[in-house]
């Protein structure tokens, strides 16, 4: 399947870009005229994701977070990636309520909310070289239309 559309943005790990990227991802995705519960959806998950390579992957150290989204015809994909330390057992930081960082008061449930709001949660990450996340969402309203 072709995608319609393409965006590509890569910016430093620090924590006022979060809502930068949130604000974005849905302001590319509204080209499909979601709903809003949507696009509340979308931003919440990368929201959660771009967080936890800012947080977790770099550590609040120098880096970069990098996001690809796609538009198709009925939903998008978005990857968000980073250079980082990578996660050792990924079904683990899926739990809910697992968390790397209790010191911060951190909730763990990232991974859990990404999966919530979205269709399709698919992460990729090694020790030392960092970690991608890919989601899709199909909207709905734009099924339900045809």
């Known amino acids: 399947m072709k995608h319609t559309n393409e965006m590509e943005i890569e910016f430093d790990s620090r924590s006022q ?12 995705a509204s080209q499909l005229d979601p709903t809003l519960e949507e696009i509340s959806d979308i931003k919440t998950a990368v929201s959660e994701a771009v967080t936890n390579a800012i947080i977790h992957g770099y550590e ?18 978005i990857e968000i990636e980073d250079k980082g330390k990578g996660i050792e057992d990924i079904e683990l930081a899926r739990e809910p309520l697992y968390t790397s960082k209790p010191e911060l008061e951190r909730s763990g449930m990232g991974f859990t909310v990404m999966e919530t709001f ?6 990729e990450s090694t020790p030392e070289n960092g970690t991608k996340i890919m989601m899709t969402k199909k909207f709905e309203s734009l099924i339900s239309k045809e």
Do not use: P, S
């Open 17 to 28: 870009n979060e809502a930068f990227a949130r604000v974005v991802v849905a302001a590319f």
């Open 60 to 77: 609040n150290k120098e880096g970069k977070v990098h996001i690809i989204a796609r538009l198709y015809e009925e939903e998008i994909y």
């Open 118 to 123: 979205m269709d399709k949660v698919v992460i």
